[in-house]
């Protein structure tokens, strides 16, 4: 997908990643923990960069949403927007979408609101402060 659809303005990509055969599930469909996974992975380190540190754990994943299923070669790309930002958190809404057909268009397969803690020497929660 070369331009932002307009249903992701206000939303930055996180990543890129392609659907292959150890992703499915026994249906041939993009197991939904792998999913959540690559949702985890971009999004923590979009996390770490907008709080300044890599000292954070994931606390909660909101509802997980699957719309539509993820299939094999499938680029998936998700995207985020910080929704909430706490004393030591940061809540970030995430699309993840696929360009099949149009590519201004692309499918929305999922969808979740994921909240990130930065943490002290110690393990505790502990105040952050914007990075990039």
Do not use: H
Request: hydrophobic letters at 40%; glycine letters at 10%; charged letters at 25%.
């Amino acid at each position: 997908m070369t331009n932002k659809p307009e249903k992701l303005k206000g939303y930055q990509l996180a990543g890129r990643k392609i659907v292959m055969y150890p992703d499915l599930n026994f249906t041939g469909r993009l197991f939904g923990g792998q999913l959540m996974s690559w949702i985890d992975e971009v999004l923590a380190a979009a996390a770490m960069n907008l709080m300044g540190t890599k000292n954070i754990v994931t606390k909660k994943f909101g509802e997980i949403v699957f719309d539509a299923p993820g299939l094999l070669g499938d680029v998936v790309e998700i995207w985020y927007r910080p929704v909430k930002e706490g004393v030591t958190s940061l809540s970030m809404d995430c699309r993840v979408v696929v360009g099949r057909g149009e590519p201004s268009m692309p499918e929305q397969i999922s969808s979740s609101t994921v909240v990130y803690v930065a943490l002290d020497d110690e393990g505790l929660p502990s105040p952050w402060s914007k990075g990039d």
